[in-house]
Every structure is written in C-alpha cells, then in structure tokens.
T-cell receptor, first 113, second 114 residues
C-alpha cells in the first residue's frame, strides 16, 4: 500500500521562502510529483523527481531522497498568488505492470502581505 | 487551460439518483483518469482508461462505472447516489497508458447530493 504525509497547513509572508515537506511509504516507488491546486480548481503540474537530488524550476525547486522516503517543495520569493494547496503525489508500480499516482491530502499554504 | 474539458461544471441531484459526468481529454492523449476529491480527503484515484480499455482501478465503488469511447472521451456514471458522494470529480489525461506520466487535469465537476 501507500502512505503519504504532508503538513495540513502552513503560513508565510510575501517575499519569503517556504519549504513544504512530504514523506511517503510505498511499494513499487517510481517517482514523485508536486501539483499546485487553487481552491476548487484543477491541480496543475509543478515538478517531477525520480532520482535523488534537487530539481529547480524558476522560483520553485523540488528535492527527493529515495532512501529516506522524503521530498520537499521549496518556494522562493513568495507571492500572494502562491496561496494554494500543494499536493505531493507518488508514482507506484502496480502488480499488473502499470502504474498509478497516489496523492497526499495536500498542504494549504497561506501567503500574507 | 489544460485542454481537458469536463461537463457539467455543477450538478445538484437527490439521493438515489443516477448521474453521468463527461470528460474530453487533451488532443493526442490516449489515457483518461477519474479522481474524486472530498473536502476532508485528497484526490482519490478511481479508474484509468487507455485507448478504450480499462487499465487500472482504484477506490471505485461498485455503484460507479466508467467507459472510454472510440473518440476517446470518457463518461463516469454514478448511481444510487448517497450524501457522501458529494465531491469534486476530476478527469485527467496523459499521453501514455502506463499511468505514470504527467497528468493534465480538467476543471472538475462539482456534484452535490441532497
């Protein structure tokens, strides 16, 4: 089975840096995604990691440690529009030979002026 | 705009009823996924279709069923509706059928069961 843990809520100030952690336990792990979801809107893809290390994409970076079952999403130079939920999703092999994404419950980030 | 379309945007119905949600994937995508998102839960994977065939099943109830048509659009049928079925239902699509590539989400259908 799969188990994914993220903090429920975080707050930060405009212009600051925030790190959102995700820990997971899963069989057949084969990659980790981060999605952003504004309230009642569709999730949108932010980043993907399959190897250990840091992936940087503009103001957003994502880190993965497979041995520790740990990832984080780093958001720099926070803007008000970054207020959203951030979903960690683990890709796992199924015994059918295919794969599926399993989503965490998300971290609600509130950015204040 | 992800290119994935879903209709209707909102749906209000009574317990015991049956509804059909519709999804059209991005042009060129062969895989369609259905997810349910309740207030207190994350995205729950329901089912995946690839080029018309069921590929993977998640936590989908027996009262729910889905299919993907030759033109690749998909429908999710929810029957004998209960109050607890009230949720946002998202459809997503991707190019591959393996289930592990980046998924593009539609705007969702908000279902309210009264």
């Amino acid at each position: 089975g799969q188990n994914i843990d993220q903090p429920t809520e975080m707050t930060a100030t405009e212009g600051a840096i925030v790190q959102i952690n995700c820990t997971y336990q899963t069989s057949g792990f084969n990659g980790l995604f981060w999605y952003q979801q504004h309230a009642a809107e569709a999730p949108t893809f932010l980043s993907y990691n399959v190897l250990d290390g840091l992936e940087e994409k503009g103001r957003f970076s994502s880190f993965l440690s497979r041995s520790k079952g740990y990832s984080y999403l780093l958001l720099k130079e926070l803007q008000m529009k970054d207020s959203a939920s951030y979903l960690c999703a683990v890709r796992a092999h199924l015994n059918t030979g295919f794969q599926k994404l399993v989503f965490g419950t998300g971290t609600r980030l509130l950015v204040s002026p | 705009d992800s290119g994935v379309t879903q209709t209707p945007k909102h749906l209000i119905t009574a317990t015991g009823q049956r509804v059909t949600l519709r999804c059209s994937p991005r042009s060129g995508d062969l895989s369609v996924y259905w997810y349910q998102q309740s207030l207190d839960q994350g995205l729950q994977f329901l089912i995946q279709y690839y080029n018309g065939e069921e590929r993977a099943k998640g936590n989908i109830l027996e009262r729910f069923s889905a299919q993907q048509f030759p033109d690749l659009h998909s429908e999710l049928n929810l029957s004998s509706l209960e109050l607890g079925d009230s949720a946002l239902y998202f459809c997503a699509s991707s190019v591959l059928g393996t289930g592990g590539d980046e998924q593009y989400f539609g705007p969702g259908t908000r279902l309210t069961v009264t």
